[in-house]
């Protein structure tokens, strides 16, 4: 079976601690995949939080979700923190990549926990149709 690789651009635009809440462990006693993905959702908000953004409101449009990938590597464990970083890529017309990387220190360790990307597409709901990146945000997302 191949498995997926995903590879996190160099350059990180942004760092969130999450605490692993006991919701989030699973039957297995870790946390749960469903839990990642919360995870990362949250990490994305208040990226856009800092912005003053949502994912509905960016600029007069929003953003929709048009895939999700997320490589697991190792268990992460009620009381742990993650610490998650933030790279963009892919930056089109209408649509860009946001890559997360989850770590967290485990006995003076730095454990990759996984890595994962989401498609992002701005969207305008008003409409039902996708839309152009607005410029300021396009700005942000490249770094300018």
């Known amino acids: 079976m191949a498995r997926l690789r995903i590879e996190i651009p160099a350059k990180s635009i942004a760092s969130f601690n999450i605490p692993v809440r006991i919701t989030d462990v699973n039957y ?16 994305r908000m208040q990226w856009l ?25 190792n268990e992460s464990f009620y009381g742990d923190i993650i610490e998650v970083q933030i790279s963009v890529a892919g930056i089109t017309r209408v649509s860009f990549e946001l890559y997360y990387q ?13 890595n994962a990307k989401t498609g992002m597409v701005c969207y305008d709901y008003s409409i039902k149709k996708i839309a152009i990146i607005p410029e300021k945000f396009k700005n942000i997302l490249t770094g300018n």
């Open 28 to 43: 297995g006693n870790h946390v749960g995949n469903d839990a990642f993905v919360s995870i990362i959702h949250d990490c």
């Open 49 to 73: 939080k800092q912005y003053n953004y949502t994912e509905l409101q960016i600029e007069g449009v929003g953003l929709i979700m048009s895939d999700l990938e997320i490589e697991f590597k």
């Open 102 to 114: 989850l770590y967290t220190k485990r006995n003076n360790e730095i454990i990759l926990l996984a």
